[in-house]
């Protein structure tokens, strides 16, 4: 069931009246009473009341509010001159920054530049230095005179910036702002890069400006580099000029204004693919060896470009559209104007990328910013969703035009999940101006729920509405940055209705609905009753949410659709029909964001299943069927193998009965002839589980010939399981493979298999496996290991210590690795406290304490407080004294 862990991400979560838990995640029941508050005061001798304590003056205080960042200058252009000490890391640049007073006069200027040495800070054309204060994180320059908002000033500054993390987020993993990858070049097998990530307020950290996002500017970078280097940056490539020294200067040029923090450069070897898209050119920079995959690593990319300008009713409004994937990136990806970048998870070959929808929806995201968070973007990181709630939102939109509505309601379904799951550690309104800190903002909140509501908004006002609020909002705000308010406006304009009882508790309030449902139907009148209770915490959030739904009501052979509007804690719906209806399905759409509970019987759900034409409802139904054993149930889950969405198969498969002689043939057919490799993968799998010798002839042809990566390494896993003679033979065909995919598949079955000879073929692929994929490959790598002699184990530590001591890696590497040499450690204690033989006890220990002193080394080079937070229970056991 783990693959339907992944797949349905809490169904229960959802639908709380299942009896049977498909999630990860079970939560205690709980009762729930909501109690009237008495105040007693007891009388004074005279018979009259004590008076109410009065309130402490000090216990009052102001809510905490972050507002937009007061705009006292405008930045108006950006020119900057850089080039590189990769050696100490520095950025060696020359800054020429125009600006003026926002309105009122003005006789200085704070800038924003952590960690810089400041050579020399003067107006344009002028020797005459200009005083200035620094405190390590901002520069205030006085201008000599009061300058008003019609005069214009540029200073020149000249600086080395080192830039330095000290912090992130659970998106953004750091602030440093501008990065080198193997700066030295000590990793043979790495390319030397540097990159930038702006977002939130880090491009100051490399050059001096005013890092708000209610800030716009337009900008130029001439950056040197050596010559073997291609260089991306915002707009496009004006000229490229080779130096004497074996360098080159690249001048780049954005002559259209966006925000300080969408700013990025990227510097590295990379393969350039061009594509075009209405004149206007497209590019992918990929390192060499992924250049014939390219436009598979970033899919649809000019057919997206058309789509979201069609959607939006604005064209596509910037020079260019780059995308570059880079190593060792800190987030996902980045919507930098005309140039996206992306971590190296992208990567992969054709056979990789098979029914690979994330790497679709990644390029959906950041490109969707192009309208929203780059052409309009939120004047504060509270408004924080007006960006990733819509970029979001557009993954949905691209999945449903491009592969249909149930593809796009699954993903809508996970989305759904991801939100509810982060609201039961917490919730808070979707704008949010009491943040503790802006980094906080990029959470499930400003994405998920923030395309959820906008799902609902588009189903209130319909497709035609929702699409042309868009343009409005878009051509109005454009080069401008915006608040929640616009956009509601923009709605209002369009429906001519006021909205903001939709925005108020969807945008300006916390949580969402709870809802009870009961159904039931009266014979006497003939009237089906709908009662729906609203349940949610009336202290933590609205205790009423407004609520536009339809409930459609199937019978007689056709569905009946009623529009009605919950409004009430408590409310009752009752609606004429002639017979007791087969079903009655609540949020006929299935477009609201709530946790709903409600019960039905077998046949409800059965009929549900089949007539119930949103996905939604379809999958919440066939996971109620899969928890009964009855003849019928089985007969539906029979059906659903032939399904037409790949979902339902992989469901059906999971729950299938390969002792049933049709069902196995069907099986064993899918293995090979599905047309989704996912639902080939779970066949598979399924096929495994049974240890069954007879299948390993279908398994070792799938393993020779299915086209997908990840359909081989399932196969391999399972022929693992029925035979494994033939599975390590396979394998050991496999190794001169470098595709990361097929190293991956290998690490598992070497893993699982147990064989420490085998050690010998991780290290020879550890650059060979980058991004996400390392960790696994890593966690392989020390279960095999844990397996070997005791001196085998403590050359995997010295193997693995190589990992955590690398300050290039990512910090949970470096963590991930020195947890795998604890656990060494802990295996090798455990073989010396069951050791009987005294003079084996004795080496075994030597060799513990080798690996404990890999322990001790790592934790005293590390030099990161989160890490070593994480350090301080190692070695576990404690070695005794």
């Known amino acids: 069931m783990k693959k339907l862990f992944f797949l349905l991400l809490s169904i229960s979560f959802l639908w709380s009246c299942s009896p049977k838990q498909y999630s990860a995640i079970i939560l205690p029941e709980t009762e729930h009473r909501q109690l009237d508050t008495l105040t007693i005061s007891a009388p004074r001798p005279d018979g009259t009341e004590t008076p109410e304590a009065e309130p402490d003056p000090e216990s009052f205080a102001l809510s905490t509010y972050n507002p937009s960042a007061k705009r006292e200058n405008d930045l108006l252009h950006t020119k900057l001159d850089v080039r590189f000490d990769w050696e100490k890391e520095q950025v060696l640049g020359k800054a020429t920054l125009s600006l003026k007073p926002y309105f009122y006069p003005t006789n200085k200027v704070v800038l924003d530049a952590k960690g810089f040495e400041f050579h020399k800070v003067t107006f344009e054309g002028s020797n005459e230095p200009l005083k200035y204060e620094y405190d390590g994180s901002q520069v205030t320059i006085e201008l000599g005179k009061n300058y008003t908002r019609n005069q214009e000033y540029k200073l020149y500054i000249e600086y080395t910036a080192t830039p330095a993390e000290s912090g992130g987020s659970a998106a953004i993993t750091s602030d440093k702002g501008l990065f080198f990858i193997n700066p030295r070049g000590e990793d043979a097998g790495k390319p030397q890069q540097i990159w930038t990530q702006g977002e939130t307020e880090n491009n100051s950290r490399w050059f001096p400006t005013i890092d708000k996002p209610n800030e716009r500017a337009t900008n130029e970078i001439y950056v040197t580099v050596e010559d073997r280097f291609k260089t991306l940056s915002n707009g496009v490539l004006v000229s490229s000029k080779k130096n004497t020294d074996g360098t080159r200067t690249d001048y780049w040029k954005m002559d259209l204004p966006h925000a300080p923090y969408l700013i990025m450069l990227a510097i590295g070897e990379y393969a350039v693919v061009k594509d075009n898209w209405n004149g206007k050119l497209v590019e992918y920079y990929v390192e060499p060896k992924f250049e014939k995959y390219a436009r598979n690593i ?10 979201f300008s069609d959607k939006t009713g604005v064209p596509y409004p910037w020079q260019k559209y780059s995308q570059v994937v880079v190593r060792d990136y800190v987030s996902g990806a980045m919507e930098n104007t005309t140039a996206v970048i992306f971590g190296e998870f992208m990567n992969g070959t054709d056979r990789d990328l098979i029914d690979n929808l994330t790497n679709e929806k990644i390029v959906a995201h950041e490109m969707f910013h192009h309208w929203f968070g780059d052409y309009v973007t939120c004047e504060s990181w509270a408004n924080l969703t007006l960006n990733e709630g819509f970029a979001n939102y557009s993954e949905y939109l691209w999945l449903e035009h491009k592969y249909g509505r149930d593809e796009a309601d699954f993903h809508r379904l996970q989305e759904q999940s991801g939100y509810l799951q982060s609201a039961a550690q917490g919730i808070h309104p979707l704008i949010h101006f009491g943040y503790e800190d802006k980094e906080d903002m990029f959470d499930a909140h400003s994405y998920n729920k923030g395309g959820l509501v906008l799902h609902m908004l588009r189903n209130y006002v319909g497709d035609d509405a929702f699409f042309t609020a868009f343009e409005i909002y878009l051509k109005k705000n454009a080069f401008m940055a915006v608040e929640g308010h616009q956009l509601r406006l923009a709605f209002e304009e369009v429906t001519g209705e006021d909205l903001n009882w939709f925005f108020n508790q969807w945008f300006y309030s916390q949580g969402h609905p709870k809802l009870k449902i009961d159904y039931d139907y009266d014979d006497e009148t003939k009237q089906v009753v709908v009662t729906v209770e609203q349940t949610q915490d009336p202290e933590n959030m609205p205790p009423i949410f407004e609520l536009p739904v339809t409930i459609d009501i199937y019978a007689g052979g056709k569905m009946t659709r009623q529009n009605v509007r919950i409004n009430q804690r408590l409310q009752t719906f009752t609606f004429d029909s002639a017979k007791d209806p087969d079903l009655i399905v609540f949020d006929g759409d299935g477009v609201l964001l709530a946790e709903v509970e409600e019960e039905k019987s077998l046949d409800e759900y059965i009929y549900q299943f089949e007539h119930a034409g949103n996905f939604l409802h379809r999958i919440k139904s066939l996971s109620k069927i899969a928890d009964s054993d009855s003849p019928e149930a089985e007969a539906v889950m029979k059906k659903a193998l032939d399904e037409k969405f790949w979902l339902f198969r992989i469901f059906a498969i999971d729950n299938a009965d390969l002792e049933d002689a049709a069902e196995s043939a069907k099986i064993e057919k899918m293995t090979e002839s599905d047309p989704h490799s996912d639902v080939r993968l779970t066949a598979l799998e399924k096929i495994g589980e049974t240890g069954d010798k007879k299948y390993a002839p279908l398994l070792s042809r799938v393993v020779e010939n299915d086209p997908a990566i990840k359909v081989v390494s399932a196969g391999l896993n399972a022929l693992l399981e029925v035979d494994e003679p033939s599975a390590l033979a396979i394998a050991g065909k496999l190794e001169k493979e470098s595709s990361e995919g097929i190293v991956l598949a290998l690490s598992g079955v070497y893993a699982k298999a147990g064989d420490p000879k085998r050690l010998a073929y991780f290290e020879q692929k550890f650059n060979e496996v980058g991004g996400y994929a ?42 991930l690795a020195t947890k795998s040499v604890n656990d060494l450690h802990a295996a090798l204690a455990g073989r010396i406290k069951s050791e009987t033989d005294e003079a084996k006890k004795a080496e075994m220990q030597k060799k513990d304490e080798e690996i404990v002193a890999v322990i001790e080394a790592i934790k005293a080079w590390e030099t990161d407080d989160r890490v070593k937070n994480m350090y301080a229970k190692f070695p576990d056991p404690a070695l005794k004294p």
């Not at 001196?791 to 910090?811: P, R, Y």
């Open 774 to 815: 390392q960790y696994t490959f890593v966690q392989n790598y020390a279960k095999l290991a844990a397996q070997a002699d005791a001196a085998g184990m403590v050359a995997s530590a010295a193997n693995l210590k190589k990992i955590a001591m690398d300050g290039s890696k990512f910090f949970w590497m470096r963590y």
């Open 298 to 307: 970033f899919p649809y990319t000019p057919e997206m470009l058309q789509f």
